[in-house]
């Protein structure tokens, strides 16, 4: 069992920072990969970074050189500090997390069916 909560979220201008944080909770001492996905209204759920069990990390194209996935295992959190933000950027961020080393996409964020344990989300709202 693993329960998530998200904290970090926030309005800003374009070009201004964030950094979001995953705290996990979790009851097993088995290895988990985790992702960050975001949802903005009438749009489905799209995954923006993941990270594996090792700390590999894989990147949505269009955050490419902006944000970046990290997790500090000591602590049990998952950030994602996102710079150069963009008003597209605008949306719902939740953490997500599986129990497994990774989920195998190849390179690419998987999808969001691939993970069973969610957090309830943070806002990051950003203005031009």
């Known amino acids: 069992q693993m329960q998530l909560e998200e904290s970090g979220g926030g309005s800003v201008q374009a070009g201004g920072s964030l950094r979001l944080s995953c705290a996990v909770s979790v009851y097993s001492s088995s290895n988990y990969c985790m992702a960050w996905f975001r949802q903005a209204p009438g749009k489905e759920r799209e995954g923006v970074a993941a990270?594996?069990?090792?700390?590999?990390?894989t990147y949505k194209d269009s955050v490419k050189g902006r944000f970046t996935i990290s997790k500090d295992n000591a602590k049990d959190t998952l950030y994602l500090q996102m710079n150069n933000l963009k008003p597209e950027d605008t949306a719902m961020y939740f953490c997500?997390?599986?129990?497994?080393?990774?989920?195998?996409?190849?390179?690419?964020?998987?999808?969001?069916?691939?993970?069973?344990?969610w957090g309830q989300g943070t806002q990051v709202t950003v203005s031009s």
């Open positions: 997500a997390a599986e129990f497994a080393d990774a989920l195998g996409y190849g390179g690419a964020v998987p999808p969001a069916r691939g993970y069973t344990y």
């Open positions: 990270i594996d069990s090792d700390g590999t990390p």
